[in-house]
């Protein structure tokens, strides 16, 4: 069983539209959790970080936790063409040490 | 301006032969980590270090030794390079509060023939 797991889609939205990705993760224990943007040929980004239940928005996006359900997911509202790129899920396990696992992506293009 | 600085960009070699990838950061974060990228795997943690001479595995530390002297430096070491290490390859830091892969560099990419 993978650590992260994530639609690789593609997903495809409108402009304007909301774009919503989704992570599950298979540690309870997983403390911190992590949404990065890579464009095609670059590095990854980091966009936010979350580590308590429920939302956080920053900008357009919106982060929301759920560990009792061990879900994950990002929210890009007015989403724009800039915005198309691979999106990746990190979670960090345990209190101690910094063990990064990733998911394999997901592939968003907003269409003008 | 800040920067996770990686060489070479791109390398290719042969199976058996020693190499290094260098990774230096000006940002005087405690926090370094190397990964590899592979399509279908995503990214994968192979080392990382929290301080100066503090280092531990990640995911996949087989075939790979780093070492973490100063604080500015993770350099990578492939001591036998096979094809299977193959690979794009990032350093990331950030400061050991955030707890968090900060900033990445442009990436290294490995051909191993």
């Known amino acids: 069983q993978k650590e992260v797991e994530q639609n690789s889609g593609p997903l495809s939205v409108p402009e304007g539209a909301i774009a919503s990705l989704n992570c599950t993760y298979s540690?309870?224990?997983?403390?911190?959790f992590f949404w990065y943007r890579q464009y095609s040929g670059k590095s990854p980004e980091l966009i936010m970080f979350?580590?308590?239940?429920g939302d956080k928005e920053d900008g357009r996006f919106t982060a929301q936790l759920n560990k009792a359900s061990q879900y994950v997911s990002l929210l890009i509202r007015d989403s724009q063409p800039s915005d198309s790129a691979t999106y990746l899920c990190?979670?960090?396990?345990?209190?101690?040490?910094?063990?990064?696992?990733f998911g394999t992506g997901t592939s968003l293009t907003v269409i003008p | 301006e800040a920067q996770v600085t990686q060489n070479p960009r791109y390398l290719i070699t042969v199976t058996g032969k020693k190499l290094t990838v260098t990774c230096s950061q000006n940002?005087?974060?405690?926090?370094m980590s190397w990964y590899r990228q592979d399509p279908g795997l995503g990214l994968r943690q192979i080392y990382y270090?929290?301080?100066?001479?503090?280092?531990d595995k990640g995911d996949v530390p087989e075939g790979y030794k780093v070492s973490r002297k100063e604080k500015r430096n993770f350099p990578l070491i492939l001591e036998s390079p096979s094809p299977n290490q193959t690979s794009l390859y990032f350093c990331?830091?950030?400061?050991?509060?955030?707890?968090?892969?900060?900033?990445f560099g442009q990436g290294t990419r490995l051909t191993v023939v």
């Open positions: 990331a830091s950030s400061l050991s509060r955030l707890y968090t892969e900060a900033f």
């Open positions: 540690d309870r224990g997983s403390q911190s």
């Open positions: 979350i580590y308590s239940n």
């Open positions: 990190a979670v960090k396990k345990g209190k101690t040490g910094n063990q990064f696992y």
């Open positions: 940002m005087n974060h405690e926090y």
């Open positions: 270090s929290m301080n100066v001479e503090v280092t």
